[in-house]
């Protein structure tokens, strides 16, 4: 993204780029990783004492307007500026160079999270890249690992088998089938079967099984062992 220059930008420009930025970061999701970049038009100096949790300590020179306006909203989005963490020549810092006074500023940066900052291995300026400005490239060098989402399973329900160690348990299941599969048609002994016809059958079977064994066995009901409560007195 570009700003309108410092030069010749008046404020309301530069007011209506500042809103479209930060309603655009208030888009992105809190646990994407995010990578602000471009030319910003915008000096942040070399105070890391004052804004140390947004720049390192390898700024160059002084701060200007939207230096300022650039620093507060990193301050409010929590990033952090990348370019100013490494320490290297000047020339592999500063981006842009000012025609009349010559002096080179480092104007266009690399912003991430500040939670993401040991992603960032390597920020610096490209003195030979040709980009058809008067601008330097900048590039970063970063170590992603993203994880695929994590799906959460439902978990299974599991019946109470050793319910079945009961001798009139056991009776009450053979019933309870029995009567479920008294509920079934006559079954078509002919040669004419199909597959179609015999999964059908089958499920129904297999539905009678299921059926009586929830009826009376049930569903075995997990429950998390409160073990600081429990030992609350021996503690």
Request: charged share 25%; glycine share 4%.
């Given at each position: 993204?570009?700003?309108?220059?410092?030069?010749?930008?008046?404020?309301?420009?530069?007011?209506?780029?500042?809103?479209?930025?930060?309603?655009?970061?208030?888009?992105?999701?809190?646990?994407?990783?995010?990578?602000?970049?471009?030319?910003?038009?915008?000096?942040?100096?070399?105070?890391?004492?004052?804004?140390?949790?947004?720049?390192?300590?390898?700024?160059?020179?002084?701060?200007?307007?939207?230096?300022?306006?650039?620093l507060n909203t990193c301050s409010e989005f929590d990033l952090l500026v990348t370019n100013t963490?490494?320490?290297?020549?000047?020339?592999?810092?500063?981006?842009?160079?000012?025609?009349?006074?010559?002096?080179?500023?480092?104007?266009?940066?690399?912003?991430?999270?500040?939670?993401?900052?040991?992603?960032?291995?390597?920020?610096?300026?490209?003195?030979?890249?040709?980009?058809?400005?008067?601008?330097?490239?900048?590039?970063?060098?970063?170590?992603?690992?993203?994880?695929?989402?994590?799906?959460?399973?439902k978990p299974r329900k599991r019946l109470i088998v050793r319910a079945c160690s009961l001798s009139a348990t056991q009776?009450?299941?053979?019933?309870?089938?029995?009567?479920?599969?008294?509920?079934?048609?006559?079954?078509?002994?002919?040669?004419?079967?199909?597959?179609?016809?015999?999964?059908?059958?089958?499920?129904?079977?297999?539905?009678?099984?299921?059926?009586?064994?929830?009826?009376?066995?049930?569903?075995?009901?997990?429950?998390?062992?409160?073990?600081?409560?429990?030992?609350?007195?021996?503690?």
């Amino acid at each position: 993204m570009h700003t309108p220059h410092t030069l010749v930008a008046d404020t309301d420009v530069n007011d209506r780029f500042y809103d479209d930025l930060r309603a655009t970061l208030r888009r992105v999701p809190q646990s994407d990783k995010l990578f602000v970049l471009g030319d910003f038009n915008a000096r942040v100096s070399t105070d890391d004492r004052t804004w140390g949790d947004i720049i390192g300590k390898h700024g160059v020179g002084n701060f200007n307007s939207n230096g300022l306006r650039l620093l507060n909203t990193c301050s409010e989005f929590d990033l952090l500026v990348t370019n100013t963490l490494f320490q290297q020549r000047d020339q592999l810092k500063t981006t842009w160079q000012h025609p009349r006074s010559k002096h080179w500023h480092m104007l266009d940066y690399v912003m991430v999270h500040r939670r993401d900052r040991q992603d960032v291995l390597l920020a610096r300026a490209m003195r030979g890249a040709e980009c058809w400005t008067d601008h330097k490239m900048v590039r970063a060098l970063v170590r992603l690992q993203i994880r695929p989402p994590v799906h959460k399973r439902k978990p299974r329900k599991r019946l109470i088998v050793r319910a079945c160690s009961l001798s009139a348990t056991q009776a009450e299941l053979q019933e309870a089938i029995q009567e479920k599969l008294s509920s079934i048609p006559d079954h078509d002994t002919s040669s004419t079967q199909t597959l179609t016809t015999l999964t059908a059958e089958w499920q129904a079977f297999s539905n009678c099984i299921l059926e009586a064994s929830i009826e009376t066995l049930g569903y075995t009901h997990r429950k998390h062992q409160d073990w600081f409560d429990d030992s609350n007195v021996a503690i």
